[in-house]
């Protein structure tokens, strides 16, 4: 079944009708240390699909500096405005991930996608506008940013999307769902797990329909440029 996750007006109607916080997935609290590992708190982030979430405050709260929120909701987004006007480092833009063209290329230092994508994958034309949603998030990362997706979608169903943005070097965590896995575990979140070309290896270790979300921190490459010797030869030419 797919839904109008894609249309503004779906969104609007629905903070509308409840406009209570809401957090997708995971809170701040249990994926600050997986933070702690790939962000510093100078970093320029972006939030995208923010919602309601407390994700942003709650950063910023933990000293983050520079905590960017985007969202298709109008609605959401002007009361997400006016509750916190006065903290500084906390911006909420109205915004369609799928064409940020407000933003200057290589101008993040990390994106944020808690459900976002997951959102975009049930919708209408879900590959043609998963495709335009990471495009635009590769164009808005510096090099050497980072991507992260919280996520339910395994390595079988997500990996070759991903892959796709040939310029993404990609480790794999795994994180319990809220109340899903009260027994042992064989891995720690801050601890990339094994991931080979097909994703099989994750069910080795996890084990069938695994009570986890999937965490995938993309590291955007740096850009080919010419050596400085070929410019040199050029000016010389010259």
């Not at 987004?77 to 940020?100: F, S, W």
């Not at 101008?107 to 043609?128: E, P, R, Y």
């Not at 079988?156 to 994180?175: D, K």
């Amino acid at each position: 079944m797919t839904h109008a996750y894609g249309e503004p007006s779906y969104w609007d109607q629905r903070y509308q009708s409840d406009p209570g916080t809401f957090d997708w997935y995971q809170k701040y609290p249990s994926l600050a240390p997986l933070f702690d590992r790939y962000l510093l708190r100078h970093h320029r982030l972006l939030l995208v699909g923010c919602g309601n979430s407390a994700l942003g405050e709650s950063m910023v709260d933990d000293g983050y500096q520079d905590v960017v929120n985007i969202d298709i909701s109008s609605v959401v987004i002007e009361a997400m405005q006016m509750k916190h006007m006065d903290k500084q480092g906390l911006k909420y833009i109205n915004m369609d991930v799928r064409d940020m063209s407000l933003f200057q290329s290589s101008s993040f230092d990390a994106v944020i996608d808690k459900g976002t994508l997951d959102s975009l994958m049930c919708g209408h034309d879900a590959m043609q506008n998963a495709t335009k949603m990471l495009l635009e998030v590769d164009r808005v990362l510096k090099d050497k940013g980072v991507y992260i997706l919280i996520t339910y979608g395994g390595p079988s169903y997500r990996l070759y999307m991903l892959r796709s943005i040939q310029r993404w070097a990609i480790n794999l965590h795994v994180i319990d769902r809220v109340e899903k896995s009260p027994g042992p575990k064989t891995w720690t979140l801050t601890n990339p797990v094994p991931l080979n070309t097909d994703g099989s290896s994750i069910a080795t270790l996890l084990g069938s329909n695994p009570e986890v979300h999937y965490i995938y921190v993309c590291t955007k490459l740096e850009s080919q440029r010419p050596p400085q010797n070929e410019t040199d030869d050029v000016t010389a030419e010259q």
